[in-house]
């Protein structure tokens, strides 16, 4: 099985890309994967410390932009496609697979003009327009939830699998969280994600749970842009040999790279509504309050979100008009933490709504596809 796989421009279309390359290599022993992004994005940097092979192709953005940004687009992606062209005759792959993104374009249309199997692999609830315009091109689409399917114009194409998700992110017990974390007692552990640079409206509200006196631990991983603000809110004192700080419960954490462990740990979850975030808290069987962020295109946060508030998996806190969101986070998490019988059940309906086995079903369909199966 030879693959190429390809999408950039953020983690959201990387790692699912890299964790079917990863899970491809792992499942057929022999094959050989290659990645095909852009050399501007933070594919260029990822990928290749991943130890796969990457080759980069000329794309930048069309849709939505200004006339001139997107006549610039246009061409850069023309030239995409040659370059794309080129690289996969010299691969000579048997099957595509584009995870969205400004690289993705390019190699699955270089793809459909070589009469190549190819597919494409959307993360959130509302595709993207790309994937929208390169399902038409695609014979297999694996969407991550039901909810997409009515969007595609041709939903027998259509697979529901779920979002390739981390093999290192199972497995892990919660005493090992909980250790890792240096908690003991029995109470609640509350993980907030922040993401990478962290987020106001999160921020704000982990604050106010930390202050709040809530018989509950708190991982709170800020972002880099708020670690310092929140360390020195809460007069919180630096951890000997790693970068964080703690201040009775409350853990502090401007990133963590060890997040098996800290999902592990988790009781509930707080965050925004990233497609692969989602994915990941649902194949954990983690119930979540979720705040969409309100300046994403499309809404799609917003869309992903109501994926898991329909199921009962997750409550949502909307930020867009609303005078207080941190206040009606702390407000909702209290309620949950302090109704152990709600919580439990939120549990089980995030662990039926979640798809542990998405990328080596997705795999799995792509040797089907390379076949010339179904």
């Given at each position: 099985m030879r693959l190429v796989v390809?999408?950039?421009?953020?983690?959201?279309?990387?790692y699912p890309a890299l964790a079917i390359a990863k899970e491809t290599l792992s499942l057929l022993p022999g094959a050989k994967v290659l990645y095909i992004g852009t050399s501007h994005g933070m594919e260029s940097g990822?990928?290749?410390?991943?130890?796969?092979?990457?080759?980069?192709?000329?794309?930048?953005?069309?849709m939505g932009k200004?006339?001139?940004?997107?006549?610039?687009?246009?061409?850069?992606?023309?030239?995409?496609?040659?370059?794309?062209?080129?690289?996969?005759?010299?691969?000579?792959?048997?099957?595509?697979?584009?995870?969205?993104?400004?690289?993705s374009g390019p190699v699955v249309m270089a793809a459909w003009l070589l009469r190549i199997p190819r597919a494409i692999q959307e993360q959130n609830a509302v595709p993207g327009k790309t994937n929208q315009v390169l399902s038409r091109l695609s014979q297999r689409v694996f969407a991550a939830w039901d909810y997409s399917v009515p969007y595609f114009r041709n939903r027998t194409k259509v697979l529901v699998t779920g979002n390739p998700v981390r093999k290192d992110l199972f497995g892990v017990k919660k005493e090992e969280g909980r250790l890792h974390f240096k908690i003991t007692g029995d109470d609640p552990v509350i993980l907030l994600l922040g993401g990478?640079?962290?987020?106001?409206?999160?921020?704000?509200?982990?604050?106010?749970l930390a202050r709040s006196g809530l018989p509950a631990n708190l991982i709170f991983i800020t972002g880099r842009e708020y670690y310092t603000e929140v360390v020195n809110q809460l007069n919180a004192e630096p951890e000997n040999g790693i970068e964080g700080a703690r201040i009775g419960n409350i853990i502090i954490r401007p990133y963590v790279h060890e997040m098996a462990l800290a999902y592990s740990a988790a009781d509930l979850v707080i965050g925004r509504a990233g497609g692969m975030t989602l994915s990941e808290v649902t194949a954990l069987g983690l119930p979540s309050v979720i705040v969409p962020s309100p300046n994403v295109a499309g809404n799609h946060q917003e869309y992903n979100a109501r994926a898991l508030e329909d199921k009962g998996a997750a409550i949502i806190i909307r930020e867009k008009g609303n005078q207080d969101p941190a206040g009606d986070v702390c407000h909702a998490v209290s309620d949950l933490i302090c109704d152990r019988s709600r919580l439990l059940?939120?549990?089980?309906?995030?662990?039926?709504?979640?798809?542990?086995?998405?990328?080596?079903?997705?795999?799995?369909?792509?040797?089907?596809?390379?076949?010339?199966?179904?």
């Open positions: 390809t999408g950039g421009g953020t983690g959201g279309h990387i990822i990928v290749p410390r991943e130890g796969i092979p990457f080759q980069p192709v000329r794309s930048s953005g069309v200004k006339a001139r940004d997107a006549l610039r687009g246009l061409t850069n992606a023309s030239a995409g496609v040659l370059d794309a062209i080129r690289t996969l005759r010299a691969f000579r792959p048997d099957a595509v697979l584009g995870t969205g993104g400004y690289a990478s640079r962290g987020a106001k409206t999160l921020t704000e509200a982990g604050l106010a059940d939120m549990s089980l309906a995030s662990k039926a709504v979640g798809k542990p086995d998405a990328t080596g079903n997705i795999c799995r369909e792509l040797v089907r596809l390379a076949r010339g199966e179904g």
